[in-house]
Structure formats: C-alpha cells, structure tokens
C-alpha cells in the first residue's frame, strides 16, 4: 500500500460520506450539463417550444401533441446538436381530439374550462398521409412555465449556465490570482505593498455590485457574466497563495532551487505551488459555490443570461409571484436545484479541506 500523501488524503477523503456523495452528485451535474440536449424531452435550441395553451400546468400533466412538420431539412450534426439543440424545430399543437376525413386531418385545439375549443384543419400530405405518427401523449414531469415550455427541459438545459460559470469562473480566479498572489509573496517589498494595497481596493467593493458594474461594462450576454464573476472571485485566490508563498519560501527545498541556478518562475510555479495546491483547491470549492449564487443573482435582476437562454436565476424572476397564486412550485423546484448544486460544492469543499489537513 502506498503511503505518499495523495494515497493518505483520498483514503481520508473516501471516508467522508457526504464529501463522496457530494463528488458524485457533481458529476451528475456535470453528465446533465454536457448531454443536456439529448436528457432533454424538449430539445429544441434552448428548451423554447412554446405551448401557450397548456402555461403553468402542474407536474405531470399530460396532452395530446399534434407535431406539424416544418419541411426544413435538418443540415445539423450530432456535435451541433450536442452544443446548440435542434435548430430546425417543428411546430407542436396540444390538442384534445382529431378525426381522419378523406383527405385533411381535423383537429379541436387544447382549451380550458367552458372555452370553445378551435377547429383546424390541416392536409394529410404534409404528414405522409399517416397523421397517427406525428400525435402522441405527451407528459410534462416538471409540469409547464408561465410560457406553457417544458419545465423539465428548462431545468436540464439551464444546468449547463449555473455549472459552467463556476468552471470558467474559477479558472479565471485561478490564472489571475496564483499569478498575483505568487509575486507578491514571493518578491515582497513594494511589490507586495502595490498588490496587498489592489486586494484591498478590490476587496472593499461590494462583490454584486462589482460583478454588475463589469457585466455593464462589457455587456449583457452569457459569456460576459461568466468573465465578469471570474474577475471579481480571484481576490481570495490572491490573498491565499501570498500568505503561503511567504511561508513556503523559507523552506530549505527554496534555498536549495536558489543555490542550483533556477529561475524564479521556475521556483514558484514547479517547485513552490505544487506544496501550496491544497488550500487553493478548497478555495476553489467555495467559489465554485460562490459563482453559482452570484449567477443566479445577476439573471434574477435580469443583467446575466438573457432570455431565451434558460437560467435558474431568470425561471425563479420569472415565476416568483407565482407563489402565492398556488404554483409554487414554479419558483421553488429551480430555488432548490440551485441550493442543491451550492451545497454539494460547500460539503465537498469540506471534505477536500479534512482530507488535506497535514494535521491529520
């Protein structure tokens, strides 16, 4: 058995139940983010099929749906697919009958209550004279949005804004951050005091406040959220690895780099930082956490992901007044995806922070 301190840190780590169960529910996460398009049942270009006549219904409501070609040839590949969903959608009707006559297909248009239902009629060549194919019972297990779209669908698609903006948020944080905080601890002096003094300044600047004074900057849009909450996480990344550089530079293993002829960048970047790497890791949980909420803030004021890019922030703005009409649900489900991906990267946080404490 191995007893180097990766192989002692993953033992202490496998031992923590809700670290492990955090890790997989992340990977989950992240499976649900990538294949979102093909998990969705909805998976036109942002989950947007539009059923106006069957808005905010409960889950696991089901309707019959009259698909109506569009007679668009489908030029897409399955990597577009993958990364954008289908673009050339056909139009889909809820309905609540049909009748085959000689040679068109009758169908009574969804309606609720004591209104009259619409008759249209539509010819049996635009469905290959087999109408039976393009009519299904549909089942919406989330149930629908105020916009009568598959809430299912939506929350699928919408994982890949709250767990992508966490990867690139954090690896904005990281680049910046090490490379700031290494050269302020490592060289110390004025240089130290010109950072330590940029850390404060940006450090006393509400981060929302930040973050929506960057996205205005650079304009509203997916990747401008994701490189304006990127900038403003990499102050605590800074502060980490200068209070540990200063610590680890007085190690014997620097004096001897300094004797043998190394560059300083070498010194830091292959020597110092590969002993410093555990807390920076557990930083980068709590951020990963911090950039999710941060995101979710922004779309709930309307200035991150714009409509119709679907967003767990924007579904909780869109449907929150729809907690005391009876459909809380609408607000609530997206509410609780969100504390849930928030709480998986605080406890694996938790767990990574136990399984590389030296003391341990």
Request: glycine residues 8%; contains cysteine.
């Amino acid at each position: 058995m191995s007893n180097s301190l990766t192989h002692l840190a993953l033992k202490r780590f496998k031992k923590n139940r809700s670290g492990l169960f955090s890790f997989w529910y992340i990977i989950m996460c992240g499976v649900v983010a990538v294949f979102a398009y093909f998990l969705a049942p909805d998976n036109s270009s942002n989950a947007n099929q539009m059923h106006v006549e069957i808005h905010s219904k409960k889950p696991g409501f089901n309707v019959q749906m009259l698909t109506i070609p569009s007679g668009n040839v489908d030029s897409q590949n399955s990597f577009q697919k993958l990364l954008f969903g289908t673009q050339n959608q056909d139009s889909e009707l809820p309905i609540l009958g049909y009748r085959i006559l000689e040679n068109k297909l009758e169908i009574n248009t969804y309606r609720e209550g004591d209104a009259a239902s619409v008759i249209k009629t539509y010819p049996l060549e635009i469905f290959n004279n087999n109408p039976e194919n393009y009519i299904e019972q549909r089942t919406f297990l989330l149930g629908t949005d105020k916009y009568g779209r598959d809430l299912l669908s939506r929350m699928l698609v919408g994982t890949r804004i709250s767990f992508f903006i966490g990867f690139i948020a954090v690896f904005i944080s990281l680049v910046i951050g090490i490379t700031i905080g290494a050269i302020a601890g490592y060289y110390g002096g004025k240089i130290d005091t010109f950072i330590m003094w940029l850390i404060n300044i940006t450090w006393s600047i509400p981060t929302l406040l930040l973050v929506i004074a960057i996205t205005l900057a650079l304009g509203k849009g997916f990747w401008q959220v994701f490189i304006a909450v990127g900038l403003t996480m990499w102050v605590e990344v800074a502060r980490v690895v200068r209070g540990q550089i200063m610590s680890a530079k007085q190690q014997q293993y620097v004096e001897a780099a300094k004797a043998l002829g190394f560059s300083d960048a070498r010194i830091i970047f292959r020597h110092i930082l590969s002993n410093i790497m555990a807390p920076v890791i557990v930083i980068s949980a709590a951020n990963f956490a911090a950039a999710i909420l941060i995101e979710s803030g922004l779309s709930f004021l309307g200035i991150g992901a714009q409509p119709p890019t679907p967003s767990w922030g924007a579904m909780i703005k869109d449907h929150y007044s729809y907690i005391i009409l009876g459909k809380a649900y609408l607000a609530v489900i997206p509410g609780l995806a969100i504390m849930s991906l928030v709480m998986a990267f605080m406890m694996i946080g938790n767990a990574l922070r136990d399984a590389l404490d030296v003391r341990n």
